[in-house]
């Protein structure tokens, strides 16, 4: 059925923009990550999203999957097999051109190729954070070449969120299901307080199942769309030492940790036919996954004591490594061409490492020049990576014991690209200046990229005669944002932002083969960095009851955008050959809103009552063949209609989530699958049993309406007989009980 999302829409905007409410808190909360420069995220030239861990909690986010179930605009990819979710998108964009960064260090990028190989980016305990904030549009101005897109920024918890002044320790402990994938959680912190210095603990286990679908086709092999057997677990642990010697001074290390074991039955590999002479029939496929993630940090928030050229200033000394090790088991039963069957066993192994090395410094100044006010904010950062990606594998004649390395079109072990270092040195400043009801924030950062690739033993083996190309791009992102004052309670906006984005290594120097599915990936040392340009005009106002209301528009171009090992047909060599290309240009554009009221507003009787509101729509096209961009969202909107009792102690709020069809779509690989509009229904339920005692609880897709995200199904043939595999959960429930000592 097709959604009439904007008549819906309108039906809510206008009541809104004359007596606006419902979260008091929500543009008046304080966002950092926009310009580095605390600021209520009225004051920002910019779209932002701000969630605490009291949200977090009352929209039961287990995953990061869970933190943008009400957030139009911004998706996130789960192709419901064995690897699951594989990175945000926002506004169209997505991949590692989304900044993932915890504590100002950046999270590892994603990569896969083939069939049993998938590194993710979702390698992060929602648990131990206290808060998260999600820039839309291009940052790179501030973080350089992964933000074109935007930035999730995460932080995670400080002995102070468990310590009031008066308190020497405090401890919380926290238990949790999900039935988006039937798991239970349970987790600890604890912190405490001597003296000048505090500390924290935080520990978090998971453990779960296959996410669940609507799937109706049981049994083996590809037809079927009931989702694939899985255990999966995780441990998470943070630990933090602060000492406080003085007002304005603080020195922290932070330790953090996070492993994720996922054990798969893929049925769906699995075939129950015997193989004809010359084929083969696989009878058992099982993955072995593990994404582990370490990381220690130092930083020092200081501030000078008498008068100096300079506010405050903070800096950062860290190191990461993560790991992806991800084994596959295969049973087989191969014919000959006489119809002797044969018993074997395959075993393959992935594995993707990420080391990184780097620093931060950044001073604030404040200063005032004749009628305007500055907020200085400059720095530098140095960032080094090393990634490594390797594949092994063995087969083994089950008749005979014979094992070999080689399994064709392979000969492990097998490396797709080189060993690669990366180095980004940066430099940047932004000044925040203040002229009456003007608010100019010009910003520039410069960027100097270099890629340098090692071609060892292994990968030289497989691709002879590669010669591997180095990187060395410098890049100067400029910014400028300029709000204007209203009144005191109202701001307009307008923000320009440049981007940049260097060529990652698996796209310059891959090097991949599989001649017996008649394709290969190769490199391209020609390809230039992604640059954007982006336009953002917004308009935000807020009342005194806690109303508000947010309207942004958004025009951004993206040139020479790297689309990713594009597939062509080579008439010489008769394979499909998949190449990383430029496109000339591409261009997004769109609108978005937030919205709140109380609709005591309208009558007395209504008191404790809101509703919320958050929409977007937007649309994509390639220039480069006049085709629309298949990254691109439908429609969505998501109404909130809530109700908090006048103890403050409980309260409830039901949930609309309206997503329209899907109409613009490039069918030029061919005819792909469209999914219609949705509308979903869940309710969220909080309730302080104690001070001390607090349970929430939801009940998701009330309706237990069958739909797609076209995050999930975008690039998949109509023609898929088992397109049910990737449909969204039916009906569910969750829970989460925390008391605190």
Do not use: C
Request: no cysteine; charged share 25%.
């Amino acid at each position: 059925m097709r959604s009439r999302l904007a008549p819906a829409l309108l039906a809510i905007v206008v009541p809104l923009a004359s007596a606006q409410s419902a979260d008091p808190t929500h543009l008046e909360m304080v966002t950092i990550t926009a310009t580095r420069i605390a600021s209520r995220i009225l004051d920002v030239p910019a779209t932002v999203t701000v969630k605490d861990a009291e949200a977090m909690d009352r929209e039961l986010v287990f995953d990061v999957e869970d933190l943008l179930r009400y957030e139009p605009g911004v998706s996130m990819r789960n192709d419901g097999g064995r690897f699951g979710t594989s990175g945000p998108s926002i506004r169209g964009i997505g991949g590692n051109r989304v900044l993932l960064e915890v504590d100002g260090v950046r999270l590892p990028d994603a990569f896969e190729i083939g069939s049993f190989a998938n590194a993710g980016r979702d390698v992060l305990d929602m648990d131990l954070l206290k808060r998260v904030e999600i820039v839309r549009g291009s940052a790179s101005s501030l973080y350089g070449s992964d933000a074109i897109a935007g930035v999730f920024a995460f932080t995670t918890k400080d002995p102070e969120d468990l310590l009031a002044a008066d308190r020497r320790f405090g401890l919380t402990a926290k238990g949790g299901y999900s039935g988006w994938n039937d798991s239970v959680m349970a987790g600890a912190t604890a912190a405490g307080r001597a003296g000048a210095w505090s500390t924290l603990v935080t520990y978090t286990r998971r453990d779960g199942h296959e996410l669940d679908n609507a799937g109706t086709r049981g049994g083996v092999g590809a037809l079927r769309t009931q989702p694939v057997p899985q255990d999966s677990y995780s441990d998470s642990v943070l630990a933090k030492v602060v000492f406080d010697p003085r007002e304005g001074q603080r020195l922290r290390l932070t330790l953090e940790g996070t492993r994720d074991d996922a054990f798969t039955d893929v049925l769906s590999s699995v075939s129950a036919t015997a193989p004809s002479p010359g084929g083969v029939q696989t009878t058992g496929l099982v993955g072995s996954d593990v994404a582990e993630r370490r990381r220690i940090a130092l930083d020092h928030e200081f501030a000078p004591s008498g008068e100096r050229w300079f506010e405050r200033g903070e800096w950062r000394i860290y190191r990461q490594k993560s790991t992806t090790s991800q084994e596959t088991f295969e049973e087989r039963r191969a014919a000959s061409l006489a119809g002797v069957i044969t018993p074997q066993a395959r075993w393959r192994e992935f594995t993707y490492e990420q080391e990184t090395s780097g620093a931060e410094a950044v001073l604030f100044s404040r200063f005032a020049v004749g009628a305007t006010d500055h907020t200085l904010a400059y720095g530098l950062e140095y960032v080094e990576t090393d990634t490594a990606q390797l594949r092994q594998g063995v087969q083994t004649n089950l008749a005979t014991g014979v094992s070999s390395t080689t399994i064709l079109p392979d000969v492990f072990p097998v490396r797709d690209f080189p060993l690669t270092t990366t180095r980004q040195a940066s430099a940047f400043v932004q000044d925040e200046i203040r002229a009456g009801a003007f608010t100019v924030t010009p910003g520039v950062r410069f960027d100097d990229y270099a890629l340098r690739p090692h071609v060892d033993a292994i990968f030289a083996a497989d691709n002879p005669g590669f010669t591997a190309t180095d990187i060395d791009e410098q890049n100067i992102s400029p910014k400028l944002g300029v709000m204007y004052r209203l009144a005191a309670n109202a701001t307009a906006y307008l923000n320009y932002a440049a981007g940049f984005r260097a060529p990652p290594s698996d796209d310059v120097n891959i090097g991949f083969e599989n001649l017996a599915f008649g394709y290969t990936a190769i490199a391209n040392p020609d390809l230039k960095s992604e640059t954007s340009d982006s336009f953002e005009l917004g308009w935000r106002v807020t009342r005194d009851d806690g109303g508000y209301l947010g309207l942004a528009g958004y025009y951004n171009l993206y040139d020479d955008f790297i689309e990713s090992r594009v597939g062509t047909f080579d008439p010489v060599s008769g394979l499909i050959v998949f190449q990383s290309q430029n496109l000339s240009e591409v261009r997004i554009y769109g609108a978005e809103i937030v919205a709140g009221l109380p609709l005591e507003a309208f009558t007395p009787s209504l008191r404790g009552f809101t509703v919320r509101l958050a929409g977007a729509w937007s649309r994509g096209d390639n220039r480069s063949n006049d085709a629309p961009l298949n990254s691109i969202e439908p429609p969505q909107a998501v109404v909130g209609l809530a109700y908090r009792a006048p103890t403050r102690r409980w309260g409830m709020e039901l949930v609309t989530t309206v997503a329209g069809r899907v109409d613009r779509v490039d069918h030029s690989a061919g005819l792909l699958f469209t999914p219609g509009g949705y509308t979903t229904f869940d309710l969220l339920a909080d309730f302080a049993v104690t001070p001390r005692l607090r349970f929430n609880a939801g009940l998701f897709n009330l309706a237990d309406r069958t739909y797609w995200e076209w995050s999930d199904v975008s690039g998949r043939f109509a023609s898929n007989p088992a397109l049910e595999r990737y449909t969204r959960p039916g009906r569910t429930a969750g829970a989460t009980i925390r008391y605190s000592w």
